[in-house]
């Protein structure tokens, strides 16, 4: 299956792009598809996988757990959670 992963601020500068597609087995989950994220640009591998500051993941508008299933076209965010003050 095919998944798109859309980067926010300040992810996309380690990978240098802002988009990024991958191919995931079936039954992959969001955590499947960090973990290829960070193996095809290591300069987020710790980022994403609850470096300084864990990301918030969006699949398809919603927020998602890492364990949740992803189907054929989701569409994953990851930003940076933003606090208030």
């Known amino acids: 299956m095919n998944v798109i ?8 500068r380690a990978a240098g792009q802002r988009e990024i597609t991958l191919a995931l087995g079936d039954g ?10 960070g193996q095809r640009h290591p300069a987020l591998a710790g980022e994403l996988d609850g470096g300084e500051v864990t990301p918030m ?12 299933r992803l189907t054929d076209g989701a569409k994953i965010y990851v930003v940076w959670p933003v606090s208030g003050g």
């Open 5 to 12: 992963v859309h980067l926010g601020e300040p992810f996309w």
């Open 28 to 37: 992959a989950t969001v955590s499947d598809a960090l973990r290829a994220v």
């Open 57 to 68: 993941v969006f699949v398809n508008d919603e927020e998602a757990r890492t364990d949740r």
